[in-house]
T-cell receptor, first 115, second 112 residues
Framework: ETGVTQTPRHLVMGMTNKKSLKCEQHLGHNAMYWYKQSAKKPLELMFVYSLEERVENNSVPSRFSPECPNSSHLFLHLHTLQPEDSALYLC??????????????FGSGTRLTVV | DAKTTQPPSMDCAEGRAANLPCNHSTISGNEYVYWYRQIHSQGPQYIIHGLKNNETNEMASLIITEDRKSSTLILPHATLRDTAVYYCIVRLPNNAGNMLTFGGGTRLMVKP
């Protein structure tokens, strides 16, 4: 366990479903991130939050909607997804956006399959 | 952030040292070299980082050349559990706009 917990670990959803991914950290970090890892592709940064404020959105389609209600929790709300959105979704946190020292701590990810 | 170049894959015999190279010829003076690894279907794990001096921790050693244009991650006694994708990332940590960006990495296969 890294200190960053993601649930669920696996999720299968239909294209018309609405689901949410959850990320929780109790490391006292102030920055949280969503990454997407598709098969045989590098990790892609999706969203960045600092002190519960979104600071970066890397041209992610609106069918992905992040939410950061407090510095310990990060959600990714999913709706009307496409099969090509199937991927490993990773959450990470860091002390702050500068992320000096040990950098980022990642969760184990949610393996999402869209059918 | 400076770009890095890593071999796509490497093999290593169990118990031997694994030496993973990384080229970062455009690195700037204040950029650090970070290494992460990702075991299959898990999130990346921080290994080590350095600026110009060689670094060692319980996981690995990092050797950075004097001109800082390349570095080598050394796993001194590789085990089967070290099989993973290893990412070399160059980043300026004092710039809040520089997020951690991953390339293709090196897929290390440790064989019995």
């Amino acid at each position: 366990e890294t200190g960053v917990t993601q649930t669920p670990r696996h999720l299968v959803m239909g294209m018309t479903n609405k689901k949410s991914l959850k990320c929780e950290q109790h490391l006292g970090h102030n920055a949280m991130y969503w990454y997407k890892q598709s098969a045989k592709k590098p990790l892609e940064l999706m969203f960045v939050y600092s002190l519960e404020e979104r600071v970066e959105n890397n041209s992610v389609p609106s069918r992905f909607s992040p939410e950061c209600p407090n510095s310990s929790h990060l959600f990714l709300h999913l709706h009307t997804l496409q099969p090509e959105d199937s991927a490993l979704y990773l959450c990470a946190s860091s002390q702050d956006l500068w992320a000096t020292g040990n950098g980022y701590t990642f969760g184990s990810g949610t393996r999402l399959t869209v059918v | 952030d400076a770009k890095t170049t890593q071999p796509p894959s490497m093999d290593c015999a169990e118990g031997r040292a694994a030496n993973l190279p990384c080229n970062h010829s455009t690195i700037s003076g204040n950029e650090y070299v970070y290494w992460y690894r990702q075991i299959h279907s898990q999130g990346p794990q921080y290994i080590i980082h350095g600026l110009k001096n060689n670094e060692t921790n319980e996981m690995a050693s990092l050797i950075i050349t004097e001109d800082r244009k390349s570095s080598t991650l050394i796993l001194p006694h590789a085990t089967l559990r070290d099989t993973a994708v290893y990412y070399c990332i160059v980043r300026l940590p004092n710039n809040a706009g520089n997020m951690l960006t991953f390339g293709g990495g090196t897929r290390l296969m440790v064989k019995p």
